[in-house]
């Protein structure tokens, strides 16, 4: 673990307590921390430094808009590479909310995210984009637990993400 010593003037480190507070940080370090890799990871997105990432794109839509569903689901079918799971929820009599995770190359992530949002009748899209090293390749297996793949997110994101076999 590498150490270095910042200076804060005095409302600058009262207002980075109450944040610290706020969100529940056992101490400055973990706060630090996170701030870097969210600045770090948004910086390698715009840099296009990010070729592959974890995503959940969530959107609203008019259910009764015609063939809109179907369109929907096409698209997830189509993309089954990259869709990992849809959630749906109904919001009232006319709207529906989805969150789809993805999980592949940024490019086609992206690409998918934006053809959803892009279709008569889905209102209100977002896509939350982490960056992540992909090795869905190098599978292996862990005592009886089924065969996996792991996410390489860096020495403080390990991600684990179990896969079931294909039939």
Same mark, same amino acid.
């Given at each position: ?32 921390? @996170? ?6 990871? $948004? *910086?390698?997105? $715009? ?7 974890? /995503?959940?794109? *969530? ?9 809109? $569903?179907?369109?929907?689901? /096409? +698209?997830?079918? /189509? ?28 490019? @086609?992530?992206? /690409?998918?995210?934006? $053809?959803?949002?892009?279709e008569r009748g889905v209102r209100h899209g977002a896509l939350n984009l982490v960056p992540a090293d992909l090795n869905v390749g190098r599978k292996? !297996?862990?005592? +009886?637990?089924?065969?996996? *793949? ?13 896969? !079931?076999?294909? *039939?």
């Amino acid at each position: 673990m590498e150490r270095f010593t910042i200076s804060l003037d005095e409302k600058l480190a009262k207002e980075f307590d109450r944040l610290i507070r706020e969100r529940g940080y056992d101490n400055r370090s973990e706060a630090v921390r @996170d701030i870097l890799r969210e600045k770090l990871e $948004a *910086s390698r997105l $715009a840099r296009e430094e990010a070729p592959d990432c974890i /995503a959940a794109l *969530s959107y609203i839509y008019n259910h009764h808009e015609r063939d809109l $569903a179907e369109r929907l689901t /096409a +698209q997830s079918h /189509a993309h089954h590479d990259l869709v990992v799971s849809t959630m749906h929820a109904h919001l009232d009599h006319d709207h529906c909310m989805e969150t789809t995770i993805l999980r592949g190359p940024t490019k @086609d992530v992206h /690409a998918f995210a934006n $053809a959803v949002m892009a279709e008569r009748g889905v209102r209100h899209g977002a896509l939350n984009l982490v960056p992540a090293d992909l090795n869905v390749g190098r599978k292996h !297996r862990h005592g +009886q637990h089924r065969g996996h *793949s792991h996410l390489q997110g860096g020495p403080d994101h390990p991600y684990h993400v179990h896969s !079931r076999p294909k *039939s």
